[in-house]
């Protein structure tokens, strides 16, 4: 290779590195409902990346992400008014399960909790009939923001 | 884990940290119009029904909204009464007719009626709700146009004739007609799941009535005091529009208004509330 000719390649090489990474990244992302959960637990990390606790806490509480306090209170959201009472209080709810149940509970919480649960699996095919267009192939929440809540709610401790 | 989630589950509702968690379950009250009319809005279930007790949408509001139901002078629900009684009378359409050219004693026709549907219609082979009965007396006998879905005058003109059988028991004649195959349908329907959220109306007013999503308090999703006034849309709102909200909820595509998907599911939700006093103008939330 000339030196020429190495300058010239040089942007198509990185081109072609950025492309790598964008895919290397979706090959480290587990698609939806690709890995089983097994005795109500899902071990693997759905990215690989480490779930962020705070951003956790923020897609939590998005009426248009988890909207978890539909269902749940959580003392920890006080500044948030009105906190559904359809599922149990999550207050130390860090203490009451390990982060691959909790993972496996908001992947897909028909695995842990049985076909009857009201609560929604946020990162699963199986869902309703007749999905809404703007919803359609796609789960309520990102394998990172699982991540993300994952780290957030072992945060939520008692003891 | 399997076996000690759900004593968890139980522990953690009763600690109840948190000042923000709402307390909820039906109010014991009674409903009592202007003083004088007492409502059935809580009434035994016939056999085969999934609950021992059927309540009415009432016991599940606040107390001001329970308070504007109770007085007709206030419920904002009654100027559409007095509204679709003016349209009652009106003469429209190339027969020259209105409602009242027909059935000329309102009082004595329109008593109970509203009580009664949806019933089976043998020409159009299918149930009737009000709303279909008007448009069908507008087309054949007065040979006027149709009332869109959700129309003013629709919302209007029904709760007029709705609120003609206040007070009186609903209850769905499941013996003429195919309604019997209707209301299975309709059956099916209640407990499928639909949409992102993966939600049947039972997961919610089934399992869960009584309890508190988010700032709405789950009732029973009885059908009594429909059309009701809504006061966060300021607005009657039909049954039809009611089903394809919750239905919107979950994140689905919703049936058209009047398909036969919305009537199967009318004709078995109104059997739900069998029993219980016609409230046509509810105030609800």
């Known amino acids: 290779m000339t030196k020429g000719a190495t300058f010239k390649a040089l942007p198509a090489a990185l081109a072609g590195l950025a492309l790598m990474a964008a895919s290397v990244a979706t090959a480290g992302t587990v698609a939806p409902d690709s890995v089983p959960i097994e005795d109500m637990e899902l071990k693997q990390s759905l990215t690989g990346t480490a779930g962020d606790a705070v951003a956790g806490r923020e897609a939590f509480a998005d009426r248009k992400k988890g909207n978890c306090l539909a269902c749940h209170a959580n003392t920890d959201l006080n500044e948030q008014l009105f906190h559904g009472e359809v599922g149990p209080v999550l207050d130390g709810v860090g203490d009451r399960w390990d982060e691959a149940q909790l993972r496996a509970i908001v992947v897909n919480s028909k695995d842990v909790f049985g076909e009857q649960t009201i609560m929604p699996g946020f990162y699963t095919m199986k869902v309703g009939i007749n999905v809404a267009e703007d919803n359609q192939g796609q789960t309520i929440l990102t394998a990172q923001e699982v991540e993300d809540v994952v780290a957030y709610l072992l945060t939520l401790k008692e003891n | 884990m399997a076996k000690t989630y759900k004593s968890i589950a139980l522990f953690s509702a009763l600690l109840m940290g948190t000042g923000a968690a709402l307390a909820g379950g039906p109010v014991d ?257």
Not at chain 2, 68 to 85: C, H, I, K, T, W
Not at chain 2, 128 to 142: D, P
Not at chain 2, 250 to 274: I, K, N, Q
């Open chain 2, 29 to 285: 009250d009674k409903l009592v119009i202007d003083g004088e009319m007492e409502i059935q809005t809580r009434v035994a279930a016939p056999e085969g029904h999934p609950f021992d007790e059927i309540i009415s949408g009432w016991h599940y509001r606040t107390e001001e909204t329970r308070a504007l139901e109770a007085d007709s002078f206030q419920n904002p629900g009654m100027l559409y009464v007095e509204r679709g009684e003016e349209i009652w009378n009106t003469v429209d359409g190339d027969a020259g007719k209105s409602c009242a050219s027909c059935h000329e004693d309102a009082g004595e026709f329109l008593k109970g009626l509203g009580a009664s549907y949806p019933k089976w219609n043998a020409d159009a082979g299918k149930p009737f709700n009000i709303e279909l009965q008007i448009n069908q007396c507008r087309e054949k006998n007065m040979q006027a146009k149709p009332y869109k879905f959700d129309a003013a005058d629709q919302k209007a003109l029904t709760t007029y004739i709705k609120h003609q059988s206040i007070g009186m028991p609903v209850e769905v004649d499941l013996t003429q007609g195919d309604m019997q195959a209707w209301w299975d349908k309709g059956k099916e329907l209640y407990y499928t799941r639909t949409g992102q959220l993966n939600l049947a109306c039972a997961s919610c007013h089934e399992d869960y009535n009584g309890k508190y999503i988010r700032a709405d308090h789950l009732s029973q999703g009885n059908v009594n005091g429909f059309p009701t006034y809504r006061l966060k849309q300021s607005e009657m709102v039909s049954l039809h529009n009611r089903f394809r909200g919750c239905i919107r909820d979950t994140r689905a595509e919703f049936p058209a208004a009047f398909s036969d998907d919305l009537m199967a599911l009318e004709v078995y939700v109104t059997w739900r509330g069998s029993g219980l006093g016609v409230e046509t103008p509810a105030v609800r939330q």
